[in-house]
T-cell receptor, first 116, second 112 residues
Framework: ETGVTQSPTHLIKTRGQQVTLRCSSQ?????VSWYQQALGQGPQFIFQ???????GRGNFPPRFSGLQFPNYSSELNVNALELDDSALYLC???????????????FGPGTRLLVL | KQEVTQIPAALSVPEGENLVLNCSFT??????LQWFRQDPGKGLTSLLL?????REQTSGRLNASLDKSSGRSTLYIAASQPGDSATYLC???????????FGRGTSLIVHP
């Protein structure tokens, strides 16, 4: 059973640029969630995908968008980067709600994004 | 809207102590609550998941409880070890929206 992987591990961008982060789910999981974690804070929920459809969204602007592919891997895209977008971006895979302990979220190691 | 608070923000204890980390939440219609461990600069490792119908879960030296009426969850760590040093986060998932809300974490240092 493979764990959740994310790429790249680190990334430096400048204001106004666009970025794409990638996540591969743990084997068998069909739900993926993305989080933003600023330094010293808890993760903030961005959105969740289930069977290639967005299935819940936190308080993030539309320039944060995502995709989920048929193999359940996922992308997070951020357009028009701002300095405050600098953070650790985490993805987590799981089974969807209603499945008891199978809803446990398993996190990847994260992508650290620095916007200059 | 679910809000989650963790107290204390930081804790330093000698090796061998039993300790309790606290997590408070505002929405008693909580669907589940999950405890995580995060090492510096790393992702989160799931420790325990408690469903709303359960009162506690145990794994090894860890025990997590859930009291919906008081809006509290506790993580009990028995016989702490230096390897337990990390930030511990709780996340409550509200019924209906299923959106998880994280606390800011408790930074734990266990010194030899």
């Amino acid at each position: 059973e493979t764990g959740v992987t994310q790429s790249p591990t680190h990334l430096i961008k400048t204001r106004g640029q666009q970025v794409t982060l990638r996540c591969s789910s743990q084997s068998g999981h069909n739900t993926v969630s993305w989080y933003q974690q600023a330094l010293g804070q808890g993760p903030q929920f961005i959105f969740q995908y289930y069977r290639e459809e967005e299935n819940g969204r936190g308080n993030f602007p539309p320039r944060f968008s995502g995709l989920q592919f048929p193999n359940y891997s996922s992308e997070l895209n951020v357009n028009a980067l701002e300095l405050d977008d600098s953070a650790l971006y985490l993805c987590a895979s799981s089974f969807p709600a209603g499945q008891g302990r199978r809803e446990t979220q398993y996190f990847g190691p994260g992508t650290r994004l620095l916007v200059l | 809207k679910q809000e989650v608070t963790q107290i204390p923000a930081a804790l330093s204890v000698p090796e061998g102590e039993n300790l309790v980390l606290n997590c408070s939440f505002t929405d008693s219609a909580i669907y589940n609550l999950q405890w995580f461990r995060q090492d510096p600069g790393k992702g989160l490792t799931s420790l325990l998941l408690i469903q709303s119908s359960q009162r506690e879960q145990t794994s090894g030296r860890l025990n997590a409880s859930l009291d919906k009426s008081s809006g509290r969850s506790t993580l009990y760590i028995a016989a702490s070890q230096p390897g337990d040093s990390a930030t511990y986060l709780c996340a409550g998932r509200s019924g209906g929206s299923y959106i998880p809300t994280f606390g800011r974490g408790t930074s734990l240092i266990v010194h030899p």
